[in-house]
């Protein structure tokens, strides 16, 4: 039987129940309860590895979405109150899972936060605390998407959803968590700003350093040649360093430095310094830092003194391929609801970038917060109505020729040609 028949045979079985308006249920959002959903997120207090109640009240909403849920012990790595929370639900359609995540904590200062809803649609908080828009305007967001394609008893394929610990800390929570239970090959991850239907489909490599410059004290006033200035050697390595943009896609920066021993009088045998550098090239972060290092070390050696630099990676960079299957996806979805499908370049973290070094390629999606980080931080009922309908499309699978062919030959009973 050709396809386009058994394409069109499928939305007229489907008809009776699901098919012939699916486009215009897919429109739909329940403003009300987002918004209510949104609200009651961002009341919760969620501040980094002190995420139990937010856990909790997840991992709740998942069970009475229908998903089997687990949560590990990854808070113990830190101290914490929670671990990551995952949830697998079984669907009705083949193809490998989605995987859709968020994270649970917020920034500070968070205590007590509460969402103002404004009459021209804007969420800002009282103007003492952030918001929590990051990462809760995402959360909220997908949990309406959910209950409504439960609702609408909507066909969609497996779903799989995370919510991190720890994500302001450097990505924490992901760092632990255990890829293997995850069969999704593409990831949604709600923690962007900008427009809603703008995705980053590149991050960098984070390399956080810390250097320790050795001299030798002396008195300042008696004998200051019997001493080695350590934040001297300090100040002409950081002179004698790239700082600020470092090419097209390198940044590198000195965040702080400390020496002596609060004296005036001292010849400082010590100085510390803390520094990152970002770069859409992991291995180019990882030489620009043995640069650094060597820098320094040339420094201390010419004033007799020594330095000792360390560094961590806690980010690492991914590249989704523009063809990417979750790419595709998102584009498709844009495409239907009017929105730009914007893929961008992003200099910030996320925890995608763990999910893609574990073989999971995905798109960080805008998710309806703005200015985050900051008391100003604010959110618009509008961007959460759209957020909520592109997760309502990207669960979906399209009805194309070729994916029609896919979900006849699962639904409907053999037809005989």
Not at 291 to 320: L, N
Not at 354 to 375: D, F, R, T, Y
Request: hydrophobic share 40%; glycine share 10%; with cysteine.
């Amino acid at each position: 039987m050709p396809v386009c028949l058994l394409a069109g045979r499928y939305l007229t079985y489907l008809g009776k129940g699901v098919g012939l308006k699916m486009d215009e249920k897919r429109m739909q959002v329940n403003e009300e309860r987002l918004t209510r959903t949104f609200q009651r997120l961002v009341s919760i207090d969620s501040p980094s590895f002190g995420e139990r109640e937010m856990a909790d009240v997840l991992k709740e909403e998942l069970r009475r979405l229908g998903f089997l849920v687990e949560e590990d012990e990854g808070g113990r790595a830190y101290k914490g109150t929670a671990g990551n929370v995952y949830g697998f639900r079984k669907g009705k359609l083949p193809g490998s899972p989605l995987l859709f995540a968020a994270h649970m904590d917020t920034v500070e200062p968070a205590k007590g936060k509460r969402a103002v809803i404004h009459e021209d649609g804007r969420i800002t908080s009282e103007g003492t605390t952030v918001l929590g828009a990051d990462c809760m305007s995402g959360t909220a967001a997908l949990l309406e998407a959910l209950w409504e394609l439960e609702e609408e008893k909507a066909l969609c394929r497996d779903l799989e959803v995370v919510f991190f610990i720890g994500e302001e800390k450097h990505l924490k929570g992901s760092a632990v968590f255990d890829f293997s239970r995850v069969r999704a090959e593409e990831s949604f991850i709600l923690d962007l700003t900008g427009p809603v239907g703008t995705a980053a489909y590149r991050a960098p490599t984070l390399v956080d350093f810390q250097i320790e410059v050795s001299g030798k004290a002396s008195h300042a006033g008696f004998a200051p040649e019997k001493g080695v200035h350590a934040i001297a050697i300090a100040a002409r390595a950081v002179a004698a360093m790239e700082l600020g943009r470092v090419g097209e896609d390198m940044t590198v920066n000195i965040g702080g430095i400390e020496g002596g021993g609060g004296t005036t009088n001292i010849v400082p045998e010590r100085c510390s310094l803390i520094g990152e550098i970002r770069s859409y090239s992991h291995e180019g972060a990882l030489q620009q830092a043995k640069r650094i290092e060597e820098v320094f070390r040339k420094e201390a050696e010419k004033a007799g003194g020594s330095s000792r630099m360390t560094f961590q990676v806690p980010v690492h960079a991914y590249h989704t391929p523009k063809e990417h299957s979750s790419v595709r996806r998102f584009s498709r979805a844009c495409e239907k609801l009017g929105l730009s499908g914007r893929l961008v370049e992003t200099f910030g973290g996320s925890d995608q970038s763990n999910l893609s070094l574990h073989g999971i390629p995905g798109l960080v999606l805008a998710s309806a917060m703005e200015q985050v980080h900051s008391c100003e931080e604010y959110t618009q009922v509008s961007e959460l109505l759209r957020l909520t309908k592109l997760l309502k499309l990207l669960m979906q699978d399209d009805f194309d020729v070729q994916g029609s062919e896919l979900l006849v030959k699962w639904v409907l009973p053999k037809q005989e040609e």
